[in-house]
């Protein structure tokens, strides 16, 4: 449990690094981190599909960000004389929250069950009530859309709020009044 409290101290971190930081790429890329650890939490909390939701719309609104940042926008080689100090501060504090994100990582990882072990009680009664309650001959579609349906909404509706909100950040013409 001291794993999540970790990863929500570090989403605060990141959250409040993105909203002050100066530089749009180093923004971006702490709110990707965000994003990130909300879906090793999600795996934490053995929430895979939630993860996996997450992980998606993390990587599209990442990589579009970056895209449209490396696009619109262009460095002043003025500066980058002056800030070599900055630099060696900025690669170590990178590579010390990497090297802590790699470790979390891996120990994320080593909790995931094996592949078709029905470890949890429900995953064992779904395998066991699947075909008799629902009907369908496909075990994975059942669950979702029959047992599972509200959580199914839940996250079809996360994809298309972060679709909503990439158009809207997007969008070549603000609103007119």
């Known amino acids: ?12 971190v990141a959250a409040i ?16 981190a965000v994003g990130f650890s909300v879906a090793i939490m999600f795996i934490f909390l053995q929430a895979p599909d939630l993860a996996i939701v997450q992980i998606v719309v993390e990587i599209l609104t990442v990589v579009i960000f970056v895209a449209v940042i490396l ?15 900055t630099q060696v501060f900025a690669i170590v504090t990178f590579s010390v929250f990497a090297l802590l994100f790699l470790i979390a990582m891996i120990r994320t990882l080593g909790q995931i069950p094996m592949f078709g072990a029905p470890l949890m009680k429900v995953a064992s009664e779904y ?38 909100g990439v158009v809207a950040l997007m969008r070549a013409t603000g609103r007119k009044k």
Request: charged residues 20%; hydrophobic residues 55%; without cysteine.
């Open 17 to 32: 690094i993105a909203t002050e930081i100066k530089d749009l790429l180093a923004a971006v890329i702490s709110l990707g």
């Open 127 to 164: 395998i066991r009530l699947g075909l008799s309650q629902t009907g369908g001959a496909n075990l994975v579609a059942d669950v979702i859309l029959d047992f599972r349906a509200l959580d199914t909404l839940g996250e079809a509706t996360v994809l298309f709020t972060s679709v909503i």
């Open 1 to 12: 449990m001291i794993e999540l409290y970790l990863f929500l101290g570090f989403m605060i």
């Open 71 to 85: 696009r619109t926008t262009h460095v002043d080689d003025t500066i980058g004389k002056k800030l070599a100090g």
